[in-house]
């Protein structure tokens, strides 16, 4: 695929695209609404294990095209990145963090908008890469949004990654993102995709919905003395399971992404 700068003289004539960049190590799903230019705002938006990467492009990109804002979907292929939700493989040392800064480099590089700081989201699985992605490079996340994530790194020294972030190279400024958890009300099946370990479920409880809840108030302690600390927020969205398509179409989720694209274009 070619890559293409030049825009139009007017910014409100410059056409909306969509494209696929197919790299081993860096494939993406790219959404540019009509009239963007340097300054659109990014959102990131990570899939489950799943791998339903064209559904994320599919049902954000309406709410792309109303806010005003571009896509990235990234493409972790199940053969190169396995355990892509722990950032970095812990069985092949593979390093998918590496692979979304590549992303984010090609999109600036085929677009011309800027791709400093974005706005990271992720669901399910998706949902552990983003905040573990967050702690590790949180001076290219401007908010981060994990929704239904299966389970957690808290912010516990004492506790090894990725439980805990005692082996974890955390950012400096990590405790400055804005972290708002996105969870459904009726997410609280136990399916097969879930850590169900003795350990996870003691420290985080049996389901999505405890998970988040008691993630988000250890979150909130553990920033609560901290200077210059982001603020967290959790957001239940009523009569939704483990869903993205359902998630998605709520105004639960519209309302959290609206706040993080206030915070990166603030």
Known sequence: MRHERDWPVSEALRPERLF??????????????????????????????????????????????????????????????GQYQQVVDPRKAVRADESLLAMLKDFSGRTGINTARVVLTGFSGGGQFAHRFAMMHADRVAACLPCSAGWYSFPDAGLAFPAGIGTLPLHPQWDAVPIHVVVGGDDTRRDPSLNTTPAIDAQQGRHRLTRARRWTRALQQYRSDRAGAGGVHLTVAADVGHDFADLAATEAFASALGDALTTLQG
């Open 20 to 81: 696929h960049h197919a790299a081993t190590a860096a494939s993406y799903f790219g959404f540019v609404p009509a009239g963007a230019g340097p300054a659109t705002p990014v959102v990131v938006s990570v899939h489950g294990i799943s791998r339903n990467s064209a559904e994320h492009l599919f049902r954000l990109s309406a709410l792309a095209r109303s806010g005003r804002f571009a896509l990235v979907v990234p493409v972790f292929d199940k053969a190169t990145y």
